[in-house]
T-cell receptor, first 116, second 115 residues
């Protein structure tokens, strides 16, 4: 099956710094990628949808200047958490939709972000 | 817009007993339905999906689900659970109209299998 990777798998950063998380589709082309945020014992909340070569579409309540998303190629999307604060600590999961099938969405293993 | 309800936040069940995890959805358009499993500190794994056709869908690890359009439900079942089935289970929905539509997740059900 299709594989989506995320890097890093976990990261600890100091408050005020920026962190970049990469999401890659390893064996398929993904025209659309999604970024989710998951707090402990909670469901996945969609943050934004990104289409290759265009600006991301953010969900209501998500600060686009704080969570910068770039989808520069058909296999790579990045999420940058700028000026991170402790409340940004969370589990971030990306997913990618296979260009060849419009319904299958593959999820990455997630990135645990801890801001101290 | 779509929404998903999972009425049971926690389901304890003894090993080798059957289990049903309930999922109801609301949508004004045709939908695709999914069940995902998440093990601690891991991403999501697709258990099964309903796109069209037969309303009984079989997935991995012995799970199956039945789509009921009149009741807008997509309950997940397994006839005999194992310890390894202990995990968080998410029901999800997206409209079938366009490839850009987003997937909406339910709040999740925590399945605990008791030895």
């Amino acid at each position: 099956g299709a594989v989506v990777s995320q890097h890093p798998s976990w990261v600890i950063c100091k408050s005020g710094t920026s962190v970049k998380i990469e999401c890659r589709s390893l064996d398929f082309q993904a025209t659309t990628m999604f970024w989710y945020r998951q707090f402990p014992k909670q469901s996945l909340m969609l943050m934004a949808t990104s289409n290759e070569g265009s600006k991301a579409t953010y969900e209501q309540g998500v600060e686009k200047d704080k969570f910068l998303i770039n989808h520069a190629s058909l296999t790579l999307s990045t999420l940058t958490v700028t000026s991170a604060h402790p409340e940004d600590s969370s589990f971030y999961i990306c997913s990618a939709r296979d260009h060849g099938t419009d319904y299958e969405q593959y999820f990455g293993p997630g990135t645990r972000l801890t801001v101290t | 817009a779509q929404s998903v309800t999972q009425l049971d936040s926690q389901v304890p069940v003894f090993e080798e007993a059957p289990v049903e995890l309930r999922c109801n959805y609301s949508s004004s358009v045709s939908v695709y339905l999914f069940w995902y499993v998440q093990y601690p500190n891991q991403g999501l794994q697709l258990l099964l999906k309903y796109l069209s056709g037969s309303t009984l869908v079989k997935g991995i690890n012995g799970f199956e689900a039945e789509f009921n359009k009149s009741q807008t439900s997509f309950h997940l079942r397994k006839p005999s659970v194992h310890i390894s089935d202990t995990a968080e289970y998410f029901c999800a929905v997206r409209s079938s109209g366009t490839s850009y539509d987003k997937v909406i997740f339910g709040p999740g059900t925590s399945l605990s299998v008791i030895p």
